[in-house]
Antibody, heavy 124, light 108 residues
Framework: QVQLQESGPGLVKPSETLSLTCSVS????????WNWLRQPPGKGLEWIGY?????????????KYNPTLQSRVTISIDTSKNQFSLNLNSVTAADTAVFYC????????????WGQGTLVAVSP | EIVLTQSPGTLSLSPGERVTLSCRAS???????LAWYQQKPGQAPRLLIY???SRATGIPDRFSGSGSGTDFTLTISRLEPEDFAVYYC?????????FGQGTKLEIK
């Protein structure tokens, strides 16, 4: 059974960079699409983007981002650690949310495994 | 971007009742690439239905999905106490992948 676990600071200052890592266990990180999503408190879900690692080039993946966040987002992968990461720069209070990592089994595929989520607050 | 509109926003029902939730898309969802997720307070969403009508592993058969094009539904044939939660639809046929705003099922 694949398991995902988010980790990172729970508090980030405005204008700084939010950095989170998702650790994948119980399966290989290769040949799947690895997603980040967020959910502001009391609100709905927003897809941030994904990275796809084909397994051919170490630590290199294909990314796709939500256009609303594309200018501020970077998703990367570390195959040696079975982890992928999210960087969101120039954060404001509007970026306060629970951040989830999730797996999709292929291109244009549903999200079948999710992490438990981690709350990140943006505040001075 | 495909906008998904779920209705109603909140439903108050009793255990044992049958319920149908609606998800309407602003444009056609390709290949019926629509999923339904259940979310309980403090938990991550859980996949219920994918490709509009396929049940995910371990999901009871009281959950069923249908629809195509722009209109999709999730039906729970007989509500159990553990089914009271928020339900989201999501389309993954075109990027950016988008979610509906959710329907909350509450106990009457």
């Amino acid at each position: 059974q694949v398991q995902l676990q988010e980790s990172g600071p729970g508090l980030v200052k405005p204008s700084e960079t939010l950095s989170l890592t998702c650790s994948v266990s119980g399966g290989s990180i290769g040949s799947y699409y690895w997603n980040w999503l967020r959910q502001p408190p009391g609100k709905g879900l927003e897809w941030i983007g994904y990275i796809y690692y084909s397994g051919y080039t170490k630590n290199s993946g294909t990314t796709k981002y939500n256009p609303t966040l594309q200018s501020r987002v970077t998703i990367s992968i570390d195959t040696s650690k079975n982890q992928f990461s999210l960087n969101l720069n120039s954060v404001t209070a509007a970026d306060t949310a629970v951040f989830y990592c999730a797996r999709s089994g292929g291109f244009n595929y549903h999200l079948d495994f999710w992490g438990q989520g981690t709350l990140v607050a943006v505040s001075p | 971007e495909i906008v998904l509109t779920q209705s109603p926003g909140t439903l108050s029902l009793s255990p044992g009742e049958r319920v149908t939730l609606s998800c309407r898309a602003s444009q056609s969802v390709s290949n019926r690439y629509l999923a339904w997720y259940q979310q309980k307070p403090g938990q991550a969403p859980r996949l219920l239905i994918y490709d509009a009508s396929s049940r995910a592993t371990g999901i009871p058969d009281r959950f069923s999905g249908s629809g195509s094009g722009t209109d999709f539904t999730l039906t729970i044939s007989r509500l159990e106490p553990e089914d009271f939660a928020v339900y989201y639809c999501q389309q993954y046929g075109s990027s950016p992948y988008t979610f509906g705003q959710g329907t909350k099922l509450e106990i009457k």
